[in-house]
């Protein structure tokens, strides 16, 4: 087992989308409490069987729980030791960029680290207008938005204005990120290759959702992200950082694993009445059956994508019962996980980076230095008459520290 | 002698069935039509019937099975379409809809179109114009000003002796024919191609309104 500070070639873990559904074999709902404790259940249980990170999904609606995903990763994350908690997604177009920038910052010191993000634009029409956000505007407020949020965890005082949010002057968003290094983030997308060109253009990571289509969808993304990272300069395609979503039910026999699942399949909200399960399972990545079917398609997905540095499956969702939950969990922990980091790891050429951890990246900046810690100087109530209102200026090369305001 | 692609979609529900043949003779005209420009044209046949099982998973599921998907391929990628469906309830069939239901959008943009339809009578004739052609008009298709309606007495002796099917068919043939000659053969954008997305030799930092200095 893997320690948080130790290297680590890939991640594997899980990811939620905080449906509440009714359990299509016994008709019986869960509470909102009864739901929510079950996800605080099956994610501390990815960390007992030997999984890396618990992603949660952000949703505003019915029949979904997720609204304040760090106020349930911060209880997750003092329930664990070594898990990173992280989002899938964390809608980027109708939070506030100032207020993700505060609350990930936030949720970085409380769990020392063991966090990261993923941005995505969201697939609730809705929530735009409740956010009084404008639908059509997705993509702008998707690249304005997150300019302004790397922005603000990378400058102490920051000056601003954009189209879609009111001005910013001299202000800092606290607290600064822990050891002055940014959360990375992942930006997550379906079909849109302008959100592989931004991740790409920043250097950070992406995450293909890898669950509703064919593979070929994917594999154009992420050989475009690929491509345009190595364009901007960040390191060669092979360096670039991706994310697979992914999407299993297992059994022993894999009779079993198609006859316990299928009710769940038929009468799933997100494909049920639809294509046959085995279609789907034919035309996406979600498999159902034995462990070693689970791992014979997962350890092909780096023939189809490339090396890459993280893995998430699906495993929570349309009313699944929390009991059946955790032996999923129990599989793959123990079965299907160990094999895959074994596979995925054969051949890995030495170029490609490991999974991205805060205390990997600390050590990028700062070698065995010390890092900033950031301390506000005394009695100071405004960011307007210096430099920086931190008594730790100037910072060193890489941290994120702020730059200076020039004529400030 | 150029080659262009033409693209026929038939929403006939039977098989056989009249809107495939008034299809077909849309587009063996069409093709005739071409020749006469010195231009060759290939034509695909898109069955919707085949595809109705796909059309409604893509419909749940947001994807195209593979089948389905090359379906669409032919149809966006084609130099012009040839759309032809049977009258129901004053409109073409929710089956024809569907099917536009899982285009994009835009990708009809521009395409030239012959419309075709069908139903037992002539009195549905205008359903052409008042409910097909405004579809088209919707998705920025060119739609050609005839289009083609056939009742089932057009097939016989019964048919219109002012203006008979064929007549109507050559007609509606030769003004799709002269919209694809006056065009360029189609090509498609890459939308995986960043000159596609962001505009030729630009860089994100356009999209970014100048935040990077460009």
Request: charged share 15%; net charge negative.
């Given at each position: 087992m893997s320690e948080q500070s130790g290297a680590q070639a890939m991640q594997f873990g899980i990811m939620s989308v905080s449906d509440i559904t009714r359990d299509p074999t016994t008709g019986v709902t869960p509470s909102e409490q009864e739901r929510i404790k079950a996800t605080l259940a099956i994610a501390t249980h990815a960390e007992e069987v030997g999984l890396d990170v618990f992603a949660i999904g952000e949703h505003h609606?019915?029949?979904?729980?997720?609204?304040s995903p760090t106020t349930f990763l911060a209880a997750l994350a003092a329930q664990t030791e070594r898990l990173i908690v992280s989002t899938s997604t964390t809608l980027i177009t109708t939070n506030d960029p100032v207020r993700i920038a505060e609350e990930y910052a936030m949720l970085q010191h409380v769990s020392d680290g063991r966090m990261d993000l993923m941005l995505g634009r969201g697939n609730t029409g809705p929530v735009y207008p409740w956010f009084?956000?404008?639908?059509?505007?997705g993509l702008p407020l998707a690249i304005e938005n997150y300019a302004l949020l790397h922005k603000l965890w990378r400058e102490d005082v920051v000056d601003w204005e954009g189209k879609f949010r009111t001005p910013l002057q001299g202000f800092t968003s606290t607290p600064r990120p822990l050891d002055g290094i940014a959360p990375f983030v992942w930006h997550g997308s379906i079909r849109t290759p302008e959100i592989a060109e931004q991740a790409a253009y920043y250097g950070d990571g992406f995450f293909a959702?890898?669950?509703?289509?064919?593979k070929e969808h994917y594999q154009r993304l992420i050989e475009l992200y690929r491509q345009r990272f190595e364009h901007y300069g960040h390191g060669t395609r092979e360096q670039a950082i991706v994310g697979l979503g992914g999407q299993v039910f297992m059994a022993a026999k894999s009779q079993d694993a198609v006859n316990q699942f299928r009710p769940y399949f038929d009468n799933a909200p997100v494909y049920g009445h639809g294509p046959s399960m085995e279609d789907f399972t034919e035309m996406t990545p979600l498999t159902v059956g034995s462990p070693q079917q689970v791992i014979d398609r997962y350890a092909a997905m780096r023939e189809h994508y490339g090396d890459y540095q993280r893995q998430l499956f699906l495993i929570?969702?349309?009313?699944?019962p929390l009991k059946t939950v955790l032996e999923q969990l129990d599989i793959l922990g123990s079965e299907v996980v160990p094999v895959l980091r074994k596979e995925l790891a054969k051949?890995?050429?030495?170029?490609v980076p490991d999974a991205p951890t805060h205390a990997a990246r600390v050590k990028a900046t700062y070698g065995d230095g010390p890092t900033r810690q950031a301390r506000p100087g005394a009695n100071r109530g405004d960011n307007l008459t210096a430099d920086s209102p931190y008594e730790d200026t100037p910072a060193p090369a890489g941290a994120a520290f702020g730059l200076g305001r020039k004529g400030a | 002698m150029t080659t262009r692609r033409i693209a026929v979609v038939s929403a006939g529900l039977s098989n056989p069935s009249s809107t495939r043949m008034l299809a077909d003779r849309l587009a063996a005209e069409t093709v005739k039509a071409l020749a006469e420009r010195d231009i060759d044209a290939t034509v695909d046949v898109i069955e919707l019937r085949d595809h109705a099982h796909d059309i409604t998973n893509n419909l749940l599921t947001g994807f195209a099975p593979p089948a389905l998907e090359t379906a669409i391929n032919t149809v966006v990628s084609a130099d012009a379409l040839i759309a032809v469906t049977p009258i129901f309830s004053t409109s073409y069939s929710g089956l024809f809809k569907s099917f536009v239901d899982v285009l994009d959008p835009d990708a009809l943009t521009g395409k030239p179109v012959l419309i075709g339809a069908n139903a037992g009578t002539a009195r549905h004739s205008l359903a052409i114009d008042y409910a097909i052609r405004p579809l088209f008009a919707y998705l920025h298709a060119e739609a050609v000003s005839t289009g083609v309606f056939a009742a089932s007495s057009d097939w016989g002796g019964a048919g219109d002796d002012v203006a008979p099917l064929a007549k109507r068919v050559e007609k509606g043939a030769r003004e799709l024919a002269e919209a694809i000659a006056r065009r360029e053969a189609a090509t498609v954008a890459d939308p995986y191609d960043p000159a596609t997305y962001l505009g030729e030799g630009r860089s994100f930092g356009h999209m970014l309104g100048g935040l990077a200095g460009e």
């Open positions: 609606n019915p029949p979904f729980w997720s609204s009084g956000q404008d639908i059509r505007q959702n890898n669950i509703f289509w064919p929570d969702h349309a009313g699944l051949d890995r050429p030495a170029a | -």
